[in-house]
């Protein structure tokens, strides 16, 4: 979902306001946010090493 289309937080439903972008929800089998994400705060400065450090352990869960 883009946020600047559907706002920060999506009323009713379980994804909570976004603190950074972009961000990643862990979804369950019916389409539900497990409360597992990770965010562009989690890897600092936008270079390829620093997203592909934080993203591939929270990917491999």
């Given at each position: 979902?883009?946020?600047d289309?559907?706002?920060w937080?999506?009323?009713?439903?379980?994804?909570?306001?976004?603190e950074g972008v972009p961000i990643f929800y862990r979804l369950d089998s019916n389409g539900r946010a497990t409360g597992d994400e990770i965010d562009g705060?989690?890897?600092g400065a936008n270079t390829p090493g620093n997203i592909?450090?934080?993203m591939e352990p929270?990917?491999?869960r």
């Amino acid at each position: 979902m883009d946020v600047d289309d559907w706002g920060w937080g999506v009323p009713g439903s379980d994804f909570p306001n976004v603190e950074g972008v972009p961000i990643f929800y862990r979804l369950d089998s019916n389409g539900r946010a497990t409360g597992d994400e990770i965010d562009g705060n989690a890897w600092g400065a936008n270079t390829p090493g620093n997203i592909a450090r934080a993203m591939e352990p929270w990917l491999q869960r």
